[in-house]
């Protein structure tokens, strides 16, 4: 797990080769003009979820992984955001199997610690991070970069 802010982002390029131009369709596009849903940006190999969405309760945000890319969340709209946060390899109780079509399974063990996002800032999630989004009170708005590893 990453936390930083935007202007710091050409530090993580080295994650993967396709994390600069990640970041580069972060800085050019308006997000907050774009409908909500699902955005090819280079292909599936870089794509984003533009969200509008309701905060929840901790107890009902459960923990996610995903193997095939990773995460960039972006708050766009909003005061903040919330993230429960554990290491993969510590999470225990699996919440059905996982799906290879949406890169996702599910989770139900309580999240090590939580962190907070506010706008201008990124966090990025590696595979090896069972990740809790979308915690707190409110309305936001969000994009959800997907970069292939």
Known sequence: MILDTLQNSALYN?????MARAFEHIARIDWTTIE????????RDIYVNVMDVELKRPVD???EVHNAYIDIQVLIRGEREAFGWSPRAD????????????DIRFYDDEPQCYYTL?????TILLPED????MVGE?????I??????
Request: hydrophobic share 35%; glycine share 10%; no cysteine.
């Open 61 to 63: 945000a459960k923990l």
């Open 36 to 43: 909500p849903g699902t955005h090819e940006l280079d292909g």
């Open 118 to 122: 506010r706008p201008g800032q990124f």
């Open 91 to 102: 999470v225990r109780k699996p919440l059905g199997e996982f799906d290879t079509e949406k």
């Open 144 to 149: 959800i970069v997907k970069v292939r590893k």
């Open 138 to 142: 409110g309305a936001i708005r969000k």
């Open 14 to 18: 080295a994650l993967s080769p396709r």
């Open 130 to 133: 069972a990740h809790a989004p």
